[in-house]
């Protein structure tokens, strides 16, 4: 089946920085890659999400790459703020099955003032 | 548009005890997908029940089984409880007719065995 592998498993930067969490893929036949935030006490919520007939997409401070080639993804966020601290899980799914998604391990965003 | 609804909020069992969770979708939803989320092994999909029909299906024991209603409500049995099964259960909801339909997250069940 497909396995989700996420770098870094925490990472802190400061204020106005950026971050970057990687993710790599295994099964060549996955081809939507969602992104989701996960705050204290409440579900992921999706922030962003990318398929597999393009290779970067923009909203605001967040975006999302893909290289199909490598088979990884990565997402950055831009001038960061204290609100973007929590846990960020990538995931993937096949062809025909979006709604079984294989998550990532998580990253543990901190954003210091 | 009011938000993917899991009850209860919490639970506390014992072991070799059974639990029904129960999850509302958002209206004119029809997929319902289930995860368990543990700090060990992260986010594990369970199942996916899509027109009353389970559709996918994650490796998990036969003791975890779910069922969906006609108005895409949907419930997930555990039965005989270890204590292995204390999780966050969250369930998501999708349009659930194209290969991208974005899933929405519920708030999660917290399953506390003893």
């Known amino acids: 089946g497909e396995n989700v592998e996420q770098h870094p498993s925490t990472l802190s930067v400061q204020e106005g920085d950026s971050a970057v969490i990687k993710c790599t893929y295994s099964?060549?036949?996955?081809?939507?890659f969602p992104w989701y935030k996960q705050e204290l006490g409440k579900g992921p919520q999706l922030i962003i999400d990318?398929?597999?007939?393009?290779g970067e997409k923009k909203d605001q401070r967040i975006a999302v790459t893909l290289n199909k080639t490598a088979k990884h993804f990565s997402l950055h966020i831009t001038e960061t703020q204290p609100e973007d601290s929590a846990v960020y899980f990538c995931a993937a799914s096949l062809t025909g099955t979006a709604s079984k998604l294989t998550f990532g391990t998580g990253t543990r965003l901190q954003v210091t003032l | 548009k009011a938000g993917v609804t899991q009850t209860p909020r919490y639970l506390i069992k014992t072991r070799g005890q059974q639990v029904t969770l129960s999850c509302s979708p958002i209206?004119?939803?029809?997929?319902v997908s289930w995860y368990q989320q543990t700090p060990g092994q992260g986010l594990q999909f369970l199942f996916e029940?899509?027109?009353?029909?389970?559709?996918n299906k994650g490796n998990f024991p036969g003791r975890f089984s779910g069922r969906q209603f006609s108005n895409s409500r949907s419930e997930m049995n555990v039965s005989t409880l270890e204590l292995g099964d204390s999780a966050l259960y969250l369930c998501?909801?999708?349009?659930?007719?194209?290969?991208?339909?974005?899933?929405?997250f519920g708030p999660g069940t917290r399953l506390t065995v003893l």
């Open positions: 099964d060549s036949a996955s081809n939507y």
């Open positions: 998501a909801s999708s349009l659930g007719d194209r290969d991208y339909n974005e899933q929405f």
């Open positions: 990318i398929r597999s007939n393009v």
């Open positions: 209206s004119g939803h029809r997929s």
């Open positions: 029940y899509f027109s009353e029909t389970q559709r």
